[in-house]
């Protein structure tokens, strides 16, 4: 393997102090190699999202490491940060509430070359460039974010994120908003920019068939921890892991058929698991 | 690949118009506009607009009568103009207003923005000390300094525009704290901005809207109030004011109570210009993100004849398709024909188009549809629950063979809950939060039968357990805060199905949950509706749940229904280019993608 | 439940102090011998006012000034006395309190019995009422309480002779006669926040019949009626309190006004003759007093929202 783009070492993030310190992430360790995609699969509160959210600098690290190209990132300050704002980009779930409504397309995707210095005529070229690299008509760089569709709002926050060449870009559910015929095109979009430019993915998802189709090694989070992670292939064709196993025979797949058998296999694994389940509906609050 | 069109959901849509042109194109607001206007110009050339000096004394003229002298609006108690007095009051009005707005705004914005961004210790600090300011009798107070000290009107005015300031704090920090959240201003974040660009140019940009519109009242507020004050005989006696001149006419009472007009009305046009402003920005920069009023769509509805005339016109159309094409009762559910729309403009824009659907008894039937399909718009116009703005045109609703559609209101809701039900997509949002889930089941049983307290709660606890809630004891007590997401949407099935009913319609009822909790929650509908023979009409966007838990699907797009057919038969041979498209999109069978090799040649399908 | 109470009420004390502490801050600023000066004739020597200074405690920093008059309220229940007709502070307050709690009782009264209906009517009937309410509320808005307060006199008393113009009969006098000398007076405060409470209800009342779970309570057979009465309404009070509160406030600082107009003599009218004569323990004491009434309605509006609102109890 090539040396890793991005490592986490032992990650522990902790929101709130004091007696309502709440910790989220219990030593999280993953790397990504220059130009792979890796997929993060979990349930809502495993600590996927504040994973992402600790890489980008948008969550407390109380202990552990993020090295960067060696550098540890995981306490830079705002200068250190906008340095690397160069390298490390983000796309959102949520394509309506990630563009700020009252700035035009215009506005949106040239903050991010202002704010690195880039020079107004230089950045006006560059912004036409993006547009078409998402196709996107370069007509829409006067208009208003809530006049695009949800796919289109995506494109445009795509377009930022690769506004200053970045190495890595973290997808934060990036699909999970769109309608199905949305969600293939934008997947498609993504990898073939990977492939254009040998850009880096975190890629989150709760998804696992989005995950597998875009992820080349995809992890598995549970309450705060990794507990699988392998070749995209094996961990969703052949889980090791109980969870991933329940996760996997959950999933739902527009097969009648393959459902019927995957019912059957939940069953089997809903028996082993009973008393487990029970556990957790009753730690829930 | 990409160079595709999007797909026809996703229109692009076009609506803007600058926040001035949709000002002035509203007549109130530009009335309101040119008024204040020539205010400000007679303050600003008051001495050249006058027709004498405020303070001349023709004795003769004490109290004489509006347009009989030289005296437009008649003379003041010591035989002075009250129209030059007026024009000569202007001046302070305007500057007390301005000077009132301004020291209220910066103080209120600058730490609202601090306080809502930053939060922490500032914060809590800054919301302490304006908390006291606001319970501080601010009047009172500046009624004490005032005859202590002597206070010119400009520091009155800027005293009680940092008593206004909590106001302006508590708003501009409440709309922060809701922007700081925004996804926006992390991607701003991520890209490096500094904080002090990030609060000046989105966290202003975005919150600008309501703090012009409160700036256009506090300038009313701060008007009236520097009027009350010399009202009551504080400020500078010497300057002629509204509220000096209001005061003069008071003690005038009851020899000529006319005098209190002009003042009054300088007075309250302004304030009313200000209020109208206030209004008209309000529709003009809100307006621009939010859907016209309920009211507007009723008046549409209503008084315009184009509209109506469509209505009926397809209402013939539809109702003769109905009697044209269905002579057998025997489905539990059968939709024919079904038209809704939203009027708009004299034009009804169909959302849901000449769907006809069945639903058997014992029968699931997935609806599956892309967002704008339809789907769900066509549930609630079964269930006669459309929002008050729609309309349905045409076509036929009939339960067990009778017509649903036309029912008085408390006929339909003998039907609901009973015979027919409804579970919804987010769990969440459709529990009330001020009421514990116990009472809200409670009130769907007592509103079908007339059932006494304790069966009532009986009944509910029973149904809670049945949907598999570990402690329905617990639950029952709970707080819809106080119980998860996957639990809620277990509640919401308890209370769909309590009444046993024939019909069931479910909302996207497991999008909003877990992979493995959405199982659960499907299983659980399942085994429901074999055990009370329910037909349940099923809409989601998800091929899989539909290949999960459905015998039939019918597919829509925009509007309209493309195909129909067992699950087997439309998933394996499907007909539609649409249901095709769906279908290619699932990525259910595409390849893993197989790990990045050493060369870094990454390798797809 | 209890712990919230306390912790609210400790709230209120805080803000009582800093409120008074500021207040006195601001009064007693001037320095001992200016405020002597002040409330003695114009014939004191410099010495006989440098006396009397020093004999209220004037000349003293200001801090220990405020702490003494902390510590007589406290332990012994008194604001000190009238620099001008030597009269206990707490008895002038006792006094002039009637007509300024009338006001504000009345005037509350008047706003919940008008303002929630006719939001209620506005929100669920619309048309006409909807559209008087909008008129109702841009024109109140845009006359001031003084305004409507000299128009009601003009109207009322002057033009129909209906009620008296001025004046203030106590409640032990009878109801009647009581009603009659408020009434005007408290309309003139209250329509202010009748159209303000009507359009906050109105739009608490639009939102809430948008929300999901009304559709969903609908789907099991619960009638309009019924989720507009028992859920729009119930999730409208706490809102509602809120605002109310907040007219409290208005309400007191519109008196003082009004207190004028109809020659009422309430704490705002003193609050104005004693600043005016320089009589500082008075102000204070009004100050002090409002303060007290305005943390009490906060306290009450807490506790009632900490009923209706499950989630507030939490924090």
Redesign the interface.
């Given at each position: 393997m090539t040396e890793p783009l991005l490592t986490t070492e032992d990650l522990v993030v902790t929101y709130g102090r004091g007696r309502r310190a709440h910790q989220v992430l219990h030593g999280v360790s993953v790397c990504v190699a220059p130009g792979e995609t890796l997929g993060l699969v979990g349930e809502s509160g495993s600590g996927k999202t504040t994973l992402a959210r600790a890489a980008l600098g948008l969550a407390p690290v109380s202990a552990g490491r993020i090295l960067f190209r060696g550098e540890d990132i995981a306490h830079v300050g705002p200068r250190d940060r906008r340095r690397l704002a160069r390298d490390i980009q983000v796309v959102f779930q949520d394509p309506y509430t990630s563009l700020n409504p009252a700035m035009t397309i215009r506005d949106i995707l040239t903050e991010p070359l202002v704010a690195q210095g880039v020079p107004g005529d230089k950045a006006r070229s560059r912004v036409l460039e993006l547009l078409d690299r998402v196709a996107m008509p370069a007509n829409s760089l006067d208009r208003y974010s809530r006049e695009f569709s949800g796919g289109q709002r995506q494109r445009i926050a795509i377009a930022r994120a690769l506004a200053l060449d970045p190495t890595f870009v973290v997808c934060d559910e990036p699909v999970s908003a769109l309608d199905l015929s949305t969600q293939r095109r934008v997947l498609d979009l993504l990898i073939e920019i990977q492939e254009r430019t040998s850009v880096a993915y975190l890629f989150i998802s709760h998804d696992l068939a989005v995950v597998r189709h875009v992820s080349h090694r995809v992890a598995v989070m549970l309450r705060g921890e990794i507990v699988e992670i392998g070749p995209s292939a094996q961990v969703t064709e052949h889980p090791q892991h109980p969870y991933t196993q329940r996760l996997w025979a959950a999933n739902l797949v527009a097969d009648p058929d393959e459902q019927e058998r995957r019912r059957q296999v939940r069953a089997q694994l809903n028996q082993i698991a009973a008393d487990a389940a029970t556990l957790s509906e009753r730690t829930t609050p | 690949?990409?160079?595709?069109l999007?797909?026809p959901?996703?229109?692009?849509?076009?609506?803007?118009k600058s926040v001035w042109r949709r000002l002035l194109h509203n007549p109130l607001s530009a009335a309101a506009i040119v008024y204040l206007a020539i205010v400000v110009l007679v303050a600003v050339f008051q001495s050249w607009i006058a027709p004498f000096p405020p303070e001349r004394v023709v004795p003769t003229l004490t109290n004489v009568s509006p347009f009989g002298s030289e005296y437009f609006l008649g003379g003041d108690r010591a035989g002075r103009d009250i129209l030059s007095r007026i024009i000569a009051g202007t001046r302070g009005g305007v500057l007390s207003g301005i000077i009132m707005a301004s020291v209220a705004l910066s103080i209120g914005i600058v730490f609202g923005l601090i306080a809502g961004y930053f939060g922490k210790v500032f914060d809590n600090v800054a919301n302490w000390v304006f908390?006291?300011l606001?319970?501080?009798?601010?009047?009172?107070?500046l009624?004490?300094?005032?005859?202590?000290?002597d206070v010119s009107m400009p520091v009155a005015m800027a005293v009680l525009g940092v008593i206004a300031s909590p106001g302006v704090f508590y708003l501009v920090r409440t709309l922060t704290l809701n922007v700081r959240n925004?996804?926006?201003v992390?991607?701003?974040?991520?890209?490096?901005?500094?904080?002090v660009?990030i609060v000046g140019?989105?966290v202003l940009?975005?919150i600008?809207g309501p703090i012009i519109i409160l700036a256009a009242?506090l300038c009313?507020g701060a008007i009236?109030?520097s009027?009350?004050l010399e009202?009551?005989g504080l400020g500078n006696p010497a300057e002629p004011s509204w509220g000096s001149i209001?005061n003069d006419a008071?003690a005038n009472?009851?020899i000529a109570?006319w005098q209190?007009i002009w003042p009054?009305l300088a007075?309250?046009?302004t304030?009313?210009a200000l209020?109208?402003l206030g209004?008209g920005l309000r529709d003009a920069i809100e307006g621009s993100?939010i859907k016209p009023s309920?009211?507007t769509w009723?008046a549409e509805v209503t008084g315009l004849a184009g509209a109506a005339a469509v209505v009926r016109t397809l209402g013939v159309r539809g109702a003769s398709k109905a009697q044209a094409g269905s002579p057998e009762t025997s489905h539990l559910l059968q939709i024919e024909w079904l038209q809704v729309g939203y009027p708009n403009g004299g034009k009804l824009n169909p959302v849901v188009d000449d769907v006809s659907l069945t639903v058997d008894k014992g029968e699931i039937v997935g609806l599956v549809g892309?967002?704008g399909s339809g789907k769900t718009q066509t549930v609630?116009a079964a269930?006669g629950?459309l929002?008050d703005n729609a309309v349905v045109a045409a076509g036929s609703v009939r339960l067990d063979g009778a017509e649903l559609l036309g029912l008085p209101?408390?006929e339909f809701?003998?039907?609901?809950?009973?015979r027919?039900?409804?579970i919804?997509q987010?769990p969440m949002?459709?529990?009330?939060?001020?009421?514990t889930v116990g009472s809200?089941l409670m009130?769907?049983i007592r509103?079908?039968s007339s059932t006494s307290r304790a069966e009532a709660k009986r009944l509910a606890l029973a149904m809670l357990a049945r949907v598999g809630i570990?402690?329905p004891a617990r639950t029952f007590k709970s707080?819809p805060?106080?119980?998860?997401?996957?639990?809620a949407q277990r509640v919401?099935i308890a209370?769909?199905v309590?009444?046993k009913p024939h019909l069931l319609f479910a909302d996207e009822p497991t999008t909003a949950l877990?992979?493995?909790?959405?199982?659960?929650v499907?299983?659980l509908l399942r085994d429901l509706q074999r055990e009370y023979g329910m037909g349940l009409l099923l809409v989601t966007?998800?091929?899989?749940?539909?290949?999960?838990v459905c015998d039939r699907v019918v597919v829509m797009r925009l509007g309209q229904v493309v195909e129909q057919g067992t699950?087997?038969e439309v998933?394996s041979h499907p007909r539609h280019e649409y249901t095709k498209?769906?279908?290619?999109?699932?990525?259910?069978?595409?390849?893993?993608?197989?790990?990045?090799t050493?060369e870094?040649g990454?390798s797809?399908d | 439940m209890l712990v919230y109470t306390i912790r609210k009420l400790l709230t209120g004390a805080v803000v009582f102090v800093s409120v008074t502490a500021l207040t006195f801050f601001l009064l007693f600023a001037r320095g001992g011998y200016e405020i002597a000066r002040s409330f003695l004739s114009d014939t004191a020597t410099p010495e006989q006012i440098n006396a009397r200074a020093e004999q209220l405690g004037l000349l003293r920093p200001i801090p220990a000034q405020y702490w003494d008059w902390l510590v007589e309220l406290v332990t012994g229940a008194s604001l000190g006395r009238s620099y001008l007709t030597n009269a206990p502070v707490v008895d002038v307050l006792m006094n002039r309190s009637p007509v300024t709690i009338s006001l504000l009782v009345v005037s509350l009264v008047l706003t919940i019995a008008m303002g929630i209906p006719l939001g209620v009517v506005a929100a669920t009937r619309g048309g006409l009422v909807d559209r008087g309410l909008q008129i109702f509320s841009v024109t109140v808005q845009a006359i001031p309480n003084y305004g409507l307060g000299l128009i009601l006199v003009l109207v009322f008393a002057l033009g129909l002779h209906l009620l008296p113009a001025t004046g203030f009969v106590p409640l032990s006098r009878g109801f009647g006669p009581w009603l009659a000398t408020i009434i005007l007076p408290s309309l003139a405060i209250a329509l202010g926040s009748i159209a303000f409470v009507g359009a906050q209800i109105r739009g608490a009342m639009l939102d809430l019949m948008r929300q999901d779970f009304v559709r969903t309570l609908r789907s099991r057979g619960v009638s309009r009626r019924s989720t507009v009465f028992k859920h729009a309404l119930r999730s409208a009070a706490p809102p509602t309190l809120t605002i109310l509160s907040l007219q409290v406030i208005q309400i007191v600082g519109g008196s003082v006004i009004v207190e004028r107009i109809y020659a009422l003599p309430g704490l705002g009218s003193i609050a104005l003759s004693a600043g005016n004569s320089g009589d500082l323990p008075v102000v204070l004491g009004v100050v002090a007093w409002i303060v007290v009434i305005i943390v009490a309605v906060n306290l009450i509006v807490d506790v009632l929202n900490g009923f209706l609102n499950p989630k507030a109890r939490v924090r």
């Open positions: - | 690949m990409t160079h595709e999007e797909a959901g996703e229109q692009v849509v076009i609506a803007r908390s006291v606001l319970a501080a009798p601010g009047i009172i107070i009624l004490a300094l005032y005859t202590l000290v925004e996804l926006y992390d991607a701003a974040r991520v890209a490096g901005l500094s904080n660009r140019r989105h940009l975005a600008k009242f009313g009236s109030a009027a009350g009202f009551i209001l008071f009472l009851f109570p209190l009054g007075l309250g046009l304030m009313a209020v109208l209004n993100f309920l009211r009723r892309e967002s609630f269930m629950l929002p209101d408390d809701a003998q039907v609901r809950g009973s027919l039900a409804y919804p987010e949002s459709n529990l009330d939060p001020a009421f809200q009130e769907g509103a079908q570990v402690d707080y805060h106080e119980i998860s997401g996957g639990m919401l209370g769909a309590m009444g877990d992979v493995t909790v959405q199982a659960e499907l299983d966007h998800n091929l899989g749940v539909v290949a999960a699950v087997r998933f498209m769906l279908l290619d999109s699932v990525l259910d069978h595409t390849e893993a993608r197989s790990p990045l050493e870094g990454p797809d | -």
